[in-house]
C-alpha cells in the first residue's frame, strides 16, 4: 500500500465544501481539489440532491438536531468507529453518545482513499476532521448569533446547542440548520489547543461495543438480502492451478444445492480457478463443495516447498549483493577490514491472517451495474479491480462497507469480491460466497517468509558499520511491480536517527518469486524486518560488551526517542535487573509510530521458557483514544505471540500444509502474559496506532532469551516449550 | 420439520437433521449473532446455550436440539445488561468482536457455575475460544467485573 501516495492525495484535498440540500440539513464534506476538482464537486452536489443528503457529506446535521457523522474507512477491530466521532464531537461540540454513526459506500471523491491500510486512518484524516468539525460549529454559531443580532464571539457552542453567553438563550443545532446552510462558511476556524480537548486523549467507552455484546453488529457474514443465495467455490489448492474437470452429480444430490459452475478468483494480476457451488444455505454449500470432484490442472508453474524457499534464500543470501536501496558509508569495505564482526542469518515463516470472521463477500450483478457488501479494507481498490474485470463504469460498483471480523491486511484484496460478482453474474441473483477456515488457510494470500542477512562491525565498543540483505517475496510483484526495482520495504521498521549516527549503512534486497500470492499482513515488512534488525543490534551490543538499551540510546540521539528510552527505563526497571535474568529490549519504526518493547522471561516450571511480562512504550505523537490504543497494543503482543511462537504456514508441493486452527494453532487466553503499555505525551503530528506495536515484540523476546539463555533464536518461529534448552 | 426453541421462541424449520445447529441459527432462522469461525469445534465462535450448558452449535447436529431449550446472543439478556455485557462494554473489552458472542456465551456457564472464578477457572473456562485480536486480557478482566456485578446483584445469571 503506498502510504505516501495516500498522504499526498490527502494534503491535496485540503478545501471544504459545504452544501445545504433543499435546506434540510446541514452537510459538510471534503472535496479533491486540482484539475478534476470542479467537476467532481458538482457530482457529487447532484447526486446528494437527487439521491439524497447523506451522499453529499461527511457531518450531516437535520433540522431536529439530529447529527449523523459517517465512518468512511473499514472499522475491522482497530477502533475508528469510534475515534472518527470522537475527533467529530470534539470540535463540533456534541455529545458523543448522541450522534449516530454511519459505515458507508466507497468513494473517494468524497472521502478521499478509503483503504484502510497501513494504520493510516487517523494520521491521514484527523485534521481535515477537526478543521471541518470546527467549520460545522462556527457556521451553527454565526446563524445563532445572527438571529440574535449579536456577534459571533459573544456567543459559543456545547452539546449540540449555540448558547448566547450574555443572556444565556440557547438555540439547538437543528433550529439553526435552515439558515446555516445559506452561509458562507470561514476560511479559516481557530481549533483548540490539545489542553482543551474533553473527549480527544480520553478512554472512553466504545461506540461499538454494546452491537458487539448482542449479536446486533453485521459482519460481512451477517449481512442478509432479498433473495439471498449461498456459494462455497472448491479452488485449485495449488495456488496458480486451473480447474481440468469436474463432475457435479454428487454435489447436485445436496438438498440445497442449486447450481455447480467453473468460476475464476484474479488475483491481482494472475488467476486461479475453482468450481463454485450455489444453494440455499451456507451449509448446503459447504456439503456440496465437499461432494464435488474436480480435477485440477497444475500444469505451468512451479510446485515449489517450504524447504526449497529457505534454501534458495541462503543461496541468494550468500552468492549476490541484490538491489541496493539505501546506503551511506562504505558497510562492505569496513565489515572487510574488521577483526570485530558477525555475518548472520534469520528466518521468518510465511503466514495467515486468519481473521476470525473467515473470507466472505456478497455481490449482486445487474447487468450494467453490480452492488457489493462485504467486509473490506479497500473499496476504491475493489471498484478498480472489478470495473477493469467486468467493463463496468467505476461508478457503477457499488461497495458497501459492513463491520469486519478482523482484516490485519487480507479484506484488502479484491479477489473475493471479484469471485462473488462472477458467482453473482452466473445466476443472476444475490450471493454471498463465504470461505470456509480451511479456504481461509490454505489459499492465501500470505505473509511472506522474508530471510535476511546481517553484517556488522564494532569496535571500541560502538557500531562501525551495518550491512543488511534481505530475500523474499515482494507483494508489489502481485501488482505488476517493476522486478528490476528493490523491495521499497527492505528497510520497514528500522530506526531512522540510526543513520544520522552509524556512519556506514546499506540495506538490499535480492528479488525472489514463487507462486504464492503474498500480500500485506499486519505491519507488513516490519513484522519480519524488526526481528532480523533489532535482534542484529542486541546481537551487536553482545559482541561489543555493552548494554543493549545503552547501545540504542547512544545511537538513537534525537529528543523523542531518548525520552522513549528514559520512559522504557524507568517502567521497566531496567537499571535494576540482574546479569542474565531474562530482559531483553527491541525499538522498531512503522507507520510514523516509534515503538519499545521489553519482554522479560524465566525458565519455565515444566522446561522451557516463561514470558513474565511485556512493557511496550509509544510514541505515536498526537493521539485520540488512549484505551484503544492500548487495546491495539495488547493485540499486537498476541499476534506477535502467535507468529514468533506458535504457528506458520508451509508448503509441500505447490500446496499449503495446514487446515484449520487445528494446525495452524492460535494463542488462547492462557498464554498471555501481563503487558503494560505507555504512551508517550508530546505535540508532535500523529502516527499509525492499528499495526506498529507488533515489529518489536519478536526480537525483544528472543533477546530476552538470549540473556537468561545464551541462546540465539535466529528463526521464527521457535518452540516455547524448548527454548534456550540446547545452547 | 423440526421444531426448535431459540430464545423462548419457537421455529419450525425445513431443515437436514444433520444440518449443524449454527447454519439453522444463521440461515435458516437468520439470527446472525452467533459466528462461524472453524467448522470444527477449535474456536468457539460459534457457542450457544444448550439447555443452559455451552455447546459448539458447528459440531452440534439440529437434531440433537429439537425440543431443546436453544439460548443465542440475542436472547441473553432482555437489555443487553447480562452482568458480562455490562462488564464488557465497562473494560472495553471487543476489538472486531466477531469472537465475543462464542466469548460471552462461554463466559456465562462459568459465571452461572463459579460466582466467584479464578484466573485458573477463567483460563479453563474460556481455552476454547479463540479471539484473533488478541483481547484475551480484557476478557479475563472483565468476567472478574461481572462477577462483582453479579455479586452486587445479588441475582443468578
Ligand atoms: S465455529 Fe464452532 S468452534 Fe469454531
Ligand atoms: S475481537 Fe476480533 S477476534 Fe476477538
Known amino acids: 500500500m503506498s502510504v505516501s501516495e495516500e498522504a499526498e492525495r ?15 440539513a446541514l452537510c459538510l464534506g471534503l472535496y479533491t481539489s486540482g484539475q478534476a476538482g470542479v467537476k467532481v464537486i458538482n457530482q457529487a452536489l447532484v447526486n446528494a440532491a437527487s439521491e439524497g443528503v447523506e451522499l453529499a457529506a461527511w457531518i450531516i446535521i437535520n433540522t431536529s438536531g439530529k447529527v449523523t457523522l459517517i465512518c468512511h474507512r473499514a472499522e475491522m477491530g482497530q477502533g475508528v468507529y469510534h475515534s472518527i466521532a470522537q475527533i467529530i464531537a470534539e470540535e463540533l461540540e456534541v455529545d458523543l453518545y448522541g450522534v449516530d454513526i454511519q459505515l458507508t459506500q466507497g468513494d473517494e471523491k468524497k472521502y478521499g482513499s478509503q483503504l484502510t491500510g497501513g494504520s493510516s486512518t487517523i494520521r491521514g484524516s484527523y485534521k481535515n476532521l477537526l478543521k471541518l468539525s470546527a467549520t460545522a460549529r462556527e457556521v451553527l454559531i454565526m446563524a445563532a448569533a445572527a438571529r440574535w443580532g449579536v456577534a459571533a464571539d459573544a456567543c459559543y457552542a456545547e452539546s449540540g446547542h449555540v448558547i448566547h453567553k450574555a443572556s444565556g438563550k440557547k438555540f439547538h443545532y437543528g433550529e439553526l440548520v435552515a439558515d446555516a446552510v445559506k452561509l458562507a462558511p470561514p476560511k479559516e476556524v481557530k481549533l483548540k489547543p490539545r489542553s482543551a480537548y474533553q473527549i480527544i486523549g480520553k478512554g472512553n467507552h466504545r461506540r461499538d461495543t454494546p452491537m458487539k455484546t448482542n449479536g446486533e453488529a453485521i459482519f460481512g457474514i451477517d449481512k442478509r438480502l432479498p433473495g439471498l443465495q449461498f456459494a462455497a467455490v472448491k479452488r485449485n489448492p495449488r495456488l496458480r492451478g486451473k480447474v481440468k474437470s469436474f463432475d457435479a452429480s454428487a454435489a447436485l444430490q445436496v438438498p440445497g444445492v442449486t447450481k455447480v459452475f467453473k468460476v475464476v478468483m484474479g488475483v491481482w494480476d494472475t488467476d486461479r480457478e475453482g468450481v463454485a457451488v450455489v444453494a440455499n444455505s451456507t451449509w448446503a454449500a459447504i456439503e456440496g463443495k465437499k461432494a464435488l470432484r474436480v480435477e485440477w490442472d497444475d500444469t505451468g508453474f512451479e510446485h515449489i516447498s517450504t524447504a526449497e524457499i529457505y534454501s534458495r534464500h541462503r543461496e541468494l543470501l550468500q552468492s549476490s549483493e541484490g538491489l541496493p536501496l539505501k546506503t551511506q558509508g562504505d558497510p562492505t569495505g569496513i565489515i572487510s577490514q574488521s577483526d570485530h564482526k558477525l555475518d548472520v542469518i534469520y528466518e521468518t515463516p510465511y503466514q495467515s491472517h486468519s481473521c476470525m470472521e473467515p473470507v466472505n463477500c456478497i455481490a449482486h450483478f445487474q447487468g450494467d451495474k453490480v452492488e457489493i457488501w462485504g467486509p473490506v479494507q479497500a473499496p476504491n481498490w475493489i471498484q478498480d479491480y472489478v470495473s477493469k474485470k467486468m467493463g463496468l463504469a467505476r461508478e457503477n460498483v457499488i461497495v458497501n462497507m459492513t463491520f469486519l471480523g478482523g482484516g490485519f491486511g487480507r ?17 443472476g441473483a444475490p450471493v454471498q460466497v463465504v470461505w470456509t477456515r480451511e479456504d481461509d488457510a490454505t489459499q492465501g494470500p500470505f505473509r511472506p517468509g522474508v530471510s535476511y542477512r546481517c553484517e556488522g562491525a564494532v569496535e571500541d565498543g560502538g557500531i562501525t558499520a551495518l550491512k543488511f540483505r534481505m530475500a523474499g517475496q515482494n507483494n508489489d510483484h502481485w501488482r ?7 523491495n521499497r520495504s527492505t528497510s520497514e521498521g528500522f530506526l531512522k536517527p ?6 556506514n549503512i546499506s540495506f538490499a534486497d535480492l528479488p525472489f518469486k514463487t507462486p504464492i500470492p503474498t500480500s500485506f499482513w499486519r505491519s507488513v515488512y516490519a513484522s519480519t524486518n524488526g526481528f532480523a534488525y533489532e535482534s542484529f543490534m542486541d546481537e551487536l551490543a553482545h559482541k561489543a560488551v555493552r548494554d543493549p538499551l545503552d547501545l540504542r540510546r547512544q545511537y538513537l540521539k534525537d529528543e523523542r526517542s531518548q525520552l522513549l528510552i528514559d520512559k522504557m527505563e524507568e517502567v521497566s526497571g531496567w537499571k535494576s535487573r540482574k546479569k542474565n535474568d531474562g530482559y531483553g529490549v527491541a525499538i522498531t519504526e512503522c507507520f510514523a509510530s516509534t515503538v519499545g518493547h ?19 512504550v509509544v510514541d505515536c505523537g498526537w493521539y485520540v483514544n488512549p484505551d484503544i490504543i492500548t487495546a491495539q497494543v495488547e ?3 498476541v499476534m506477535a505471540i502467535g507468529a514468533a511462537t506458535i504457528h506458520e504456514i508451509t508448503f509441500k508441493d505447490g500446496m499449503v500444509e495446514q487446515r484449520n486452527f487445528y494446525d495452524y494453532k492460535m494463542p488462547r487466553i492462557m498464554d498471555i502474559p501481563p503487558i503494560e503499555v505507555h504512551i508517550m505525551e508530546n505535540d508532535e503530528d500523529a502516527g499509525g496506532m492499528g499495526e506498529p506495536g507488533l515489529p518489536a515484540f519478536a526480537p525483544a523476546l528472543t533477546n530476552a532469551i538470549f540473556d537468561l539463555t545464551g541462546k540465539r533464536i535466529r528463526k521464527l518461529p521457535f518452540d516455547m516449550g524448548n527454548a534456550g534448552m540446547e545452547k | 420439520m423440526i421444531n426448535l426453541n431459540v430464545n423462548h421462541k419457537v421455529y419450525q424449520v425445513d431443515a437436514d437433521p444433520n444440518m449443524p445447529l449454527l447454519w439453522v441459527i444463521r440461515d435458516l432462522i437468520g439470527l446472525t449473532g452467533t459466528k462461524y469461525g472453524c467448522g470444527v469445534a477449535q474456536c468457539g465462535a460459534c457457542v450457544v446455550h444448550l439447555n443452559g450448558e455451552a455447546v459448539r452449535s458447528c459440531v452440534t447436529k439440529v437434531s440433537r436440539a429439537e425440543g431443546q431449550q436453544v439460548t443465542t446472543i440475542e436472547g441473553l439478556s432482555a437489555q443487553n445488561n447480562h452482568p458480562l455485557q455490562v462488564a464488557w462494554n465497562e473494560e472495553n473489552v471487543p476489538q472486531c468482536g466477531y ?18 472464578p479464578t484466573d485458573q477457572d477463567i483460563d479453563d473456562a474460556m481455552a476454547g475460544n479463540l479471539c484473533r485480536c488478541g483481547t484475551y486480557l480484557r476478557i479475563r478482566k472483565a468476567i472478574h467485573l461481572a462477577a462483582e456485578l453479579q455479586k452486587k446483584e445479588g441475582g443468578s445469571v
Open chain 2, 99 to 116: 469472537c465475543h458472542s462464542g466469548q460471552i456465551m462461554s463466559a456465562a456457564v462459568l459465571l452461572r457455575e463459579k460466582a466467584d
Open chain 1, 635 to 637: 493485540g499486537s503482543v
Open chain 1, 598 to 616: 521489553i519482554v522479560k522471561v524465566s525458565k519455565g516450571k515444566t522446561g522451557g521458557i516463561h514470558i513474565d511480562k511485556v512493557w511496550v
Open chain 1, 411 to 427: 479484506k484488502a484484496m479484491p479477489d473475493y469480491p471479484y469471485e462473488a460478482v462472477l458467482v453473482s453474474k452466473e445466476i
Open chain 1, 10 to 24: 490527502l494534503s491535496r484535498r485540503n478545501f471544504l465544501r459545504m452544501a445545504g440540500i433543499g435546506g434540510t
Open chain 1, 498 to 503: 540510526y543513520y544520522d549516527t552509524i556512519k
Open chain 1, 480 to 486: 505488476g511491480g517493476d522486478n528490476g526495482k528493490p
